[in-house]
């Protein structure tokens, strides 16, 4: 399944057709999407280093992208970090990375923040504990470790956006009778899964940390921890 993900996101879900997903989202998402940026921004205050895991196009860590703060976004899209290249180019304080979030090519004890966000752990298609402990990894004794998934309370609203991507052609047409539960199942082979509070913990403290769960605006879950 997770070849078949990532090669998904690379032709259907990057770069410009990646932004017009968020170009499309009605309002609630917009919401959704500016509080988990705004906690983010004020959970990274005062890091001089972060990496973000699979950044796409570059819409979150050009917000972090403080003149104080060396950034470093991955991905494992080309696409996606050519129109990251140009999108960010006036923050010469932030490069660029080809690299799978499970597998990372920097040595231990890195970085002050490592962070994943948007549900990125359950739309990558790798294998969660060890991408979990590949942030905790690189991430500096005392530094902060940060994942996001969606809140079972605006499940509802995120289908909804679903179905707008759907019928501009980004991704396939929904199958509505297979989608519950938290999975939007798409008739084309795409799924879009959650993870849980429970998962959450389970996985940060096989890597060796004490989760911090947090539920934002009714929208988002974040499982945070100190190394």
Known sequence: MGVAMVSYYEDKLSAERLRKCYEIAPSRIRQY?????????????????????????????KKLGRPMTEGLGCDTSQRSLRLAKNYLNLLPNVELVCADASSLPFRQNVFDAV???QNGISSFGVNQRRLVAEAARVTMVGGLVIFSSYSTKIWKERLAWFRLQAQAGLIGEIDETRTRGGTIVCKDGFRATTTSRMRFEKLFTDAGLIPRMRELDGSSLFCLARK
């Open 33 to 61: 999407l500016k509080a988990e940026l705004d906690f983010l921004i004020q959970c990274t205050e005062g890091s001089n280093r972060i990496l973000e895991l699979g950044c796409g196009y570059g819409r979150v860590i």
């Open 115 to 117: 962070f994943c966000v």
